[in-house]
């Protein structure tokens, strides 16, 4: 059977590195089973596979900056949520960069939690003549397998965005108390970076909420991201016609068409409209990404807080510099008009009562610095008395 793409065996560790560096294009493919390779393949089979454009795809390069976004596509839904790239479809996920240190840990949560229903369904197969209508009823109680992955994903951002803001508040905090205790350089450009970062924080949690909050406001887009229930239209691709694919369908697959087909004249009286599942998924993950948004709004006012403070600090210190400017000015003005005084005295002019009055310089000296202090003590009293100066 001819397959389109090809597959590569996973690469050492070092080639990985190299490739990574290089910009390389390694995906992992997991299916229901949670298990699968990490492959290597050209943008244009992955296109081909999943039957998305080259503008979904494009979304999904981590050499462009695009906002965080959750499209959903007839057989696809691209997700591009900070560090996970995904596409996700009613069988399988395809995780971009699967050795990056940030998505480990997102690929070991999707092969712990993908396989539940698919295993649940192999455990109760042959028990399926005996109980089969209860078998039925835990199916359909089961989440879809877009939506699990979907959940993973939310959950991983929601955690991870969640952390790097309780770093950032272990952080600011006791910058911001060491800087209202003491203003220094140092603490000022400590506290400027931690603001820095926030904002850049703050922008990434608010795309992520904002994406969220454009699909909960949207029935028909929401209703878009159900893959499983569009394989109930009777006009979707399962038979051999469609497309070649990389790997057969397994057994999962066919009994999640079947459980499709048998849901398909539900479907088709108006159940695609019901969006109440993935409207809870959604809600749940919107809070909590909602949560993280208001604690740097509240570190954000605490940082506006101690702006304000410091600068309280710096307006009080600089009202005593023009207080004490006040208080030399006033007393160098005084000292002028003693100066002045015994200048005037001092001149080298010869006049005849200074032969006869030689005791007035005491005099002079003494009015004139008693006078000097009156005006001293009325500058400072009008200071007072007009609020220029404290009490």
């Known amino acids: 059977m001819g397959r389109e793409g090809h597959i590569v065996p996973a ?27 990490v492959i290597d393949v050209d943008k244009y089979a992955i296109m081909h596979r999943v039957h998305i454009h080259a503008r979904d795809l494009r ?4 050499l462009l900056s695009y906002p965080s976004t959750i499209l959903g596509r007839e057989k ?22 699967p050795l990056d240190e940030n998505v480990i840990p997102v690929v070991a949560e999707l092969q712990r939690r993908l396989p539940s229903a698919n295993v649940t369904h192999q455990g109760q197969g042959n028990g399926r003549e005996l109980g089969g209508q209860d078998v039925d009823a835990g199916e359909e109680d089961e989440s879809p397998f877009e939506f699990r ?18 770093e950032l508040e272990g952080a600011a905090y006791p910058a911001l108390d060491e800087l209202t205790s003491k203003i220094s350089s140092r603490n000022l450009d400590r506290v400027r970076k931690l603001k820095s970062a926030m904002t850049r924080l ?19 887009d929401m209703a878009d991201l159900y893959l499983s229930r569009k394989l109930a239209v009777p006009a979707s691709p399962i038979s051999g016609s469609g497309p070649a694919n990389w790997f057969p369908y397994s057994p999962t697959i066919r009994s999640k068409i079947s ?16 969006v109440e599942e993935l409207e809870m998924l959604l809600e749940a993950y919107f809070m909590q990404i909602d949560g993280t948004l208001n604690k740097l709004t509240t570190l954000r006012e605490y940082i506006d807080d101690t702006e304000d403070y ?16 006040l208080f030399l000015s006033s007393g160098t003005l005084c000292l002028s008009i003693y100066s002045l005084v015994a200048g005037i005295f001092g001149m080298n ?37 007009k609020g220029l100066i404290g009490s």
């Not at 690469?11 to 390779?37: E, M, N, T, V, Y």
């Not at 703050?202 to 028909?220: H, I, P």
């Not at 410091?310 to 400017?325: F, K, V």
């Open 202 to 220: 703050t922008a990434r949690v608010q795309k992520v909420r904002d994406e969220l909050e454009q699909l909960l406001d949207d029935d028909d």
């Open 149 to 166: 992955a979907l959940e993973v994903a939310l959950e991983a951002i929601c955690s991870f965005l969640a952390a790097r803001t309780t």
């Open 76 to 97: 696809a839904i691209v997700l591009n949520l900070e560090h996970i790239k995904a596409i996700i479809t009613a069988d399988e996920v395809l995780l971009r960069d």
């Open 259 to 274: 459980k499709a087909s048998r849901a398909s004249m539900g479907t088709l009286r108006g159940d695609e409209n019901d």
């Open 11 to 37: 690469p050492d560790p070092q080639g990985s590195l190299k490739k990574k560096a290089a910009g390389s294009r390694s995906w992992i493919l997991l299916d229901a089973s949670g298990q699968g390779p």
């Open 59 to 62: 979304i999904l390069d981590p």
């Open 310 to 325: 410091i600068n309280i600090q710096l307006d009080n210190h600089r009202n005593q510099l023009i207080q004490l400017e």
């Open 349 to 385: 002019v010869p006049y005849t009562w200074m032969n006869d009055h030689s005791y007035m310089f005491k005099w002079v000296v003494i009015v004139a610095g008693a006078f000097c202090a009156v005006l001293f003590v009325i500058i400072m009293s009008y200071a007072r008395y």
